[in-house]
């Protein structure tokens, strides 16, 4: 369910639309570190995909549905449980580099996470903080 990029994705009207597509997701798979031949955008599974590569499939999803609403002022909200668990310190850097990216570019990013590096994005709320407060 993970590895079929284009699903869950609104479709494509026009052959320009479907070649941008594909060039933001190869863009987005490349940054992330993860090999492009390894995942078609149509149809074809891999044999195995790690945990950290189903976790960062997923947000590539769902960052290519933020970018294609064009007008920062309609872009909605990113959740993310966990984004950089079970990632190598290079892994975990991209991922934290394209959340920075994201939110830069007006969309509200919601991560429950562990993590201290990206919990300097934005504004972050600590459980034990939010719990005394209400």
Same mark, same amino acid.
């Given at each position: 369910?993970?590895?079929?990029?284009?699903?869950?994705?609104?479709?494509?009207?026009? @052959?320009?639309? *479907?070649?941008?597509?594909?060039?933001?997701?190869?863009?987005?798979?490349?940054?992330?570190?993860?090999?492009?031949?390894?995942?078609?955008?149509?149809?074809?599974?891999?044999?195995?995909?790690?945990?950290? @590569?189903?976790?960062?499939?997923?947000?590539?999803?769902?960052?290519?549905? @933020?970018?294609?609403?064009?007008?920062?002022?309609?872009?909605?909200?990113?959740?993310?449980?966990?984004?950089?668990?079970?990632?190598?310190?290079?892994?975990?850097?991209? *991922?934290?580099?394209?959340? @920075?990216? *994201?939110?830069?570019?007006?969309?509200?990013?919601?991560? *429950?996470?562990?993590?201290?590096?990206?919990?300097?994005?934005?504004?972050?709320?600590?459980?034990?903080?939010?719990?005394?407060?209400?």
């Amino acid at each position: 369910m993970f590895y079929n990029l284009n699903r869950d994705l609104p479709r494509a009207q026009t @052959e320009k639309e *479907v070649l941008e597509r594909r060039a933001m997701i190869v863009d987005l798979l490349k940054r992330l570190g993860l090999k492009t031949d390894r995942f078609d955008l149509d149809s074809k599974f891999p044999d195995f995909v790690s945990g950290g @590569e189903r976790n960062r499939l997923s947000l590539i999803r769902a960052v290519v549905n @933020e970018l294609l609403t064009p007008d920062p002022e309609k872009r909605g909200i990113l959740m993310a449980d966990e984004p950089t668990a079970g990632l190598d310190a290079v892994a975990e850097q991209r *991922v934290i580099e394209l959340l @920075e990216e *994201v939110h830069a570019g007006g969309t509200t990013v919601i991560a *429950v996470t562990h993590n201290e590096h990206l919990r300097k994005i934005g504004r972050a709320i600590d459980m034990a903080e939010f719990a005394q407060s209400a």
